[in-house]
């Protein structure tokens, strides 16, 4: 029995039941995932494959490898193209700035708004946590006819990225991503709590939740974590793993409610049904 095979199931609870559980088998197949053409993701360092490095004397070394990210991984499985609209260190406050507004960042400056896409994945909050900035309430904070007007706080500029994607791509699909985090903590759940609400205020807004069905694999001390990581980040085999991750994630969604889903061919075009 291979390393891989003993990762899953991993679910916390009395049952494994691929029905109930996304993530009881993950799988290397995209499934339905491929029935998005045009992906965009946005996020932090993990959503940037990125990789620590050491010098001679020890010194860490950050770098953005976007051909390893999971989610250039995940177009490769699928066999279409995407762009990484993320970077290190990257938060949802910042994330407006750098890539939405006067777009300013280490992947050639690229401008979220130039290039519309059928779906997204949005994954931050890392370092928003890390920063301690305010969680806030998305139902207080999100202005949901002018996003200008939403609060400073995670979950206004949060939920200002998505109101952002949307009004390039309204009828896009987008997946969110909570936190598993390395330990148990209430700062991580409550950030994860906001990410949740998200998608009972926005149509076509799902939830990968990893910090409910993977958590237990990114404890410290895993061997999930000894193998797939080095240092802070995920190595190659990390990324590819995620990806899989992610697109079983997808397919589950997209065959738990696949109405959903039925005009995904027409997002971009001016056609439906």
């Excluded at 197949?29 to 990125?50: R, V």
């Excluded at 001679?56 to 995940?74: E, I």
């Excluded at 589950?252 to 409610?257: K, L, P």
Aim: a negative charge; hydrophobic letters at 35%; aromatic letters at 14%.
């Amino acid at each position: 029995m291979t390393f891989f095979s003993l990762l899953t199931p991993f679910i916390q609870g009395e049952t494994i039941d691929n029905t109930l559980n996304p993530l009881a088998h993950v799988s290397s197949n995209p499934g339905f995932c491929s029935i998005f053409h045009s992906w965009g993701f946005i996020g932090d360092s993990l959503a940037s494959g990125e990789h620590e490095s050491r010098d001679k004397n020890g010194k860490k070394g950050y770098h953005d490898f976007y051909d390893y990210s999971w989610g250039q991984r995940m177009c490769a499985a699928m066999g279409v193209k995407g762009d990484n609209y993320s970077q290190g260190g990257e938060t949802a406050k910042g994330w407006i700035s750098h890539f939405w507004d006067q777009p300013s960042n280490r992947n050639h400056n690229i401008d979220a708004k130039a290039s519309p896409k059928q779906a997204y994945i949005i994954a931050l909050g890392v370092n928003d946590q890390n920063q301690k900035v305010a969680v806030g309430d998305p139902e207080k904070d999100i202005c949901k006819d002018d996003f200008n007007k939403n609060a400073d706080t995670y979950s206004g500029n949060y939920g200002g990225i998505i109101q952002r994607v949307r009004s390039i791509s309204p009828d896009s699909k987008i997946f969110l991503v909570t936190n598993p985090g390395r330990k148990e903590d209430k700062a991580t759940e409550n950030y994860n709590q906001a990410i949740r609400k998200m998608a009972t205020l926005f149509d076509g807004v799902y939830i990968i939740d990893l910090a409910k069905y993977a958590a237990p694999l990114y404890k410290e001390g895993t061997e999930f974590r000894k193998k797939l990581f080095l240092g802070g980040h995920m190595n190659a085999m990390g990324y590819e793993y995620t990806a899989w991750m992610f697109m079983t994630y997808i397919n589950w969604i997209i065959e738990q409610q696949p109405e959903d889903f039925q005009q995904v061919g027409f997002i971009g075009t001016p056609y439906k049904y």
